[in-house]
Structures are given as structure tokens and as C-alpha cells.
């Protein structure tokens, strides 16, 4: 299982506050994806970034940011502007976009309160 | 825009049954293509994907360009593959775009 990490694995914050949720990967990948999971909706992808220093809005980036100043460090923010925080999770890599196959983390669960 | 739709949420069958779990998909581009699963307590993983063409764990998925799908299927079930299983589009651009979910059940 290794080669993504994510942490910590369970991540609890008051509403109002930024919170940063970490993914490392050691994979030498290229591109790496931010997705929320919530229970009956899927994967919903929140960020991703096809190269170091690039990043694109996925269907719901909205009271999200992040930044990929390395290519094995994609760190995603949520920010207090983010309506409905608690969920689910998931960082991903891949060695390049479109046949790639994507390697995901153990995911962390966030909960706002 | 691009979407995946997995019409069954839950589906339920004896073991050794076949079983089919179903995707349709809207792209206009060329679809890259793939299910993906995930184990009760294991991290999502890729099960197969389009263009190798390969069975898995004795599953297989044709893509059907004209009636837009890429279903799952495998013909004798077996009580491990209970999982949930998701069908995703990728596209070179880097947008990738995944299905609710269907969760599997195979009853002994």
C-alpha cells in the first residue's frame, strides 16, 4: 500500500478555521487529484494538478485551495468559506493524465463541528 | 461536460451467479475508461481498465462507443468480489470523472 500517504487519518476542527490536509506520494508522478467522498455521491474531484506549479479547478473547488510547489506534495486547504466540509478525503497520482491509472491514499476524515 | 452514470446503488446476487454492474458514460472527446474497486477496509484500486483489454479476477468491461457504456461483468460470482465498485472517465486534459458507486453483494 505504499507510495501515497495521507495524514493524519482523522482530522477534527471547529467551523470557522482553515485546515490543511496533507498527501505525499513517492511514485514520481506527475499529475496528483483531490477528491471528496460522501456517502451515495462517489468521488467528487475538488483540485488537480498535471505538473509542478500547475493546478486546474475540478467540479467543486469552491472553498478549496491548494499549491504544488513539489512534485511529491499536493496539499489541500479547506478553507472556512467551505459551506459542508465534513467528509471524506481522497488524494490520488497517476503518472500522467488520461490511460493513467490513478493511485489513491488511505484517505482523512474530516469533521467539522 | 463529462458524466458517469452507475444506475444500480446496490446489487445483490447468489454466489456463483453471473453478474453485470452497469455504466454509461457522456464525453464528447475520446473516453479513457475504468473500473475501479474497493475492499471493505482497503483503499480504492484499480479492477481493469478499457485499453488493455484484460480480464481481472475473472471480470470483464467492453466499451460500447455507440450506446455510450462500459459495464462490468463477470459470469460465476464469487463471495470476495463483495465490494463497492466504481467506473471512472479520464481524460487527457486531467479531468477525471467517477460514478456513484454500486455496492456489490454476493450471497453464499
Known amino acids: 500500500d505504499g507510495g501515497i500517504t495521507q495524514s493524519p487519518k482523522y482530522l477534527f476542527r471547529k467551523e470557522g478555521q482553515n485546515v490543511t490536509l496533507s498527501c505525499e506520494q513517492n511514485l514520481n508522478h506527475d499529475a496528483m487529484y483531490w477528491y471528496r467522498q460522501d456517502p451515495g455521491q462517489g468521488l467528487r474531484l475538488i483540485y488537480y494538478s498535471q505538473i509542478v506549479n500547475d493546478f486546474q479547478k475540478g467540479d467543486i473547488a469552491e472553498g478549496y485551495s491548494v499549491s504544488r510547489e513539489k512534485k511529491e506534495s499536493f496539499p489541500l486547504t479547506v478553507t472556512s468559506a467551505q459551506k459542508n466540509p465534513t467528509a471524506f478525503y481522497l488524494c490520488?497520482?497517476?503518472?500522467?493524465?488520461?490511460?493513467?491509472?490513478?493511485?489513491f491514499g488511505p484517505g482523512t476524515r474530516l469533521t467539522v463541528t | 461536460a463529462q458524466r458517469v452514470t452507475q444506475p444500480e446503488k446496490l446489487l445483490s446476487v447468489f454466489k456463483g451467479a453471473p453478474v453485470e454492474l452497469k455504466c454509461n458514460y457522456s464525453?464528447?472527446?475520446?473516453?479513457?475508461l475504468f473500473w475501479y474497486v474497493q475492499y471493505s477496509r482497503q483503499r480504492l484500486q484499480l479492477l481493469l481498465r478499457?485499453?488493455s483489454r484484460e480480464s481481472i479476477k475473472g471480470f470483464t468491461a467492453d466499451l460500447n462507443k455507440g450506446e455510450t457504456s462500459f459495464h462490468l461483468k463477470k459470469p460465476f460470482a464469487q463471495e470476495e468480489d463483495s465490494a463497492m465498485y466504481y467506473c471512472?472517465?479520464?481524460?487527457?486534459?486531467?479531468?477525471?470523472?467517477f460514478g456513484d458507486g454500486t455496492t456489490l453483494t454476493v450471497k453464499p
Open positions: 471512472a472517465l479520464f481524460t487527457n486534459a486531467g479531468k477525471s470523472t
Open positions: 478499457h485499453i
Open positions: 490520488a497520482s497517476s503518472r500522467g493524465t488520461g490511460f493513467y491509472e490513478q493511485y
Open positions: 464525453y464528447s472527446g475520446s473516453p479513457e
